[in-house]
T-cell receptor
Framework: RKEVEQDPGPFNVPEGATVAFNCTYSNSASQSFFWYRQDCRKEPKLLMSVYSSGNEDGRFTAQLNRASQYISLLIRDSKLSDSATYLCVGMKAAGNKLTFGGGTRVLVKP | ETGVTQSPTHLIKTRGQQVTLRCSSQSGHNTVSWYQQALGQGPQFIFQYYREEENGRGNFPPRFSGLQFPNYSSELNVNALELDDSALYLC??????????FGDGTRLSIL
């Protein structure tokens, strides 16, 4: 079983709609979590950190549930430019290794 | 502020050859991590360097090696290249324990 698992999608989302997806993690040693965004043939870019108390950044909301070991990302009012692969990432307290999920592909269509 | 830069952007090698990939870390960052990303998969951790010392290693064979220089730039060396080494190689820099920021990557193709 992979340490971080994601539904690969694609999630086909009408422009302006809300989309939400989760990832699950199996290694409780991971202390910090992040969502990265990766466009086709580009490098991953940090989207936001994820906290148990929830984290909102504009149209994006991330949530961490340690009891159930899952992380969620919600995108409101989807834009065409939100089309990308979203990578769920865990980092251990030592901070020396990011563990990536396989990514969830989101396609926002007019 | 200068971001993470990697060179070369693309590289074609044949099986058995050796390759060196280079990374300049973002200004102020003392930690460099290397990842391998195969097509359709998430990046896989190769190793990390912190203040010129290896600080963690993923499940990669010894033919993957690296080093970090006093200016915190880094190299990834791969010996005896195999077809399965074809991938995007990503370098990320950070301050220790902080979120990592990635360079554009080097796309390596093995023929």
């Amino acid at each position: 079983r992979k340490e971080v698992e994601q539904d690969p999608g694609p999630f086909n989302v009408p422009e302006g709609a809300t989309v939400a997806f989760n990832c699950t993690y199996s290694n409780s040693a991971s202390q910090s979590f992040f969502w990265y965004r990766q466009d086709c043939r580009k490098e991953p870019k940090l989207l936001m950190s994820v906290y148990s108390s929830g984290n909102e950044d504009g149209r994006f909301t991330a949530q961490l549930n340690r009891a159930s070991q899952y992380i969620s990302l919600l995108i409101r009012d989807s834009k065409l430019s939100d089309s990308a692969t979203y990578l769920c990432v865990g980092m251990k307290a030592a901070g020396n290794k990011l563990t990536f999920g396989g990514g969830t592909r989101v396609l926002v269509k007019p | 502020e200068t971001g993470v830069t990697q060179s070369p952007t693309h590289l074609i090698k044949t099986r058995g050859q050796q390759v060196t990939l280079r990374c300049s870390s973002q200004s102020g960052h003392n930690t460099v991590s290397w990842y391998q990303q195969a097509l359709g998969q998430g990046p896989q951790f190769i190793f990390q360097y912190y203040r010129e010392e290896e600080n963690g290693r993923g499940n990669f064979p010894p033919r993957f090696s690296g080093l970090q220089f006093p200016n915190y730039s880094s190299e990834l060396n791969v010996n005896a290249l195999e077809l399965d080494d074809s991938a995007l190689y990503l370098c990320a820099s950070s301050e220790q324990g902080q979120p990592q920021h990635f360079g554009d990557g080097t796309r390596l193709s093995i023929l």
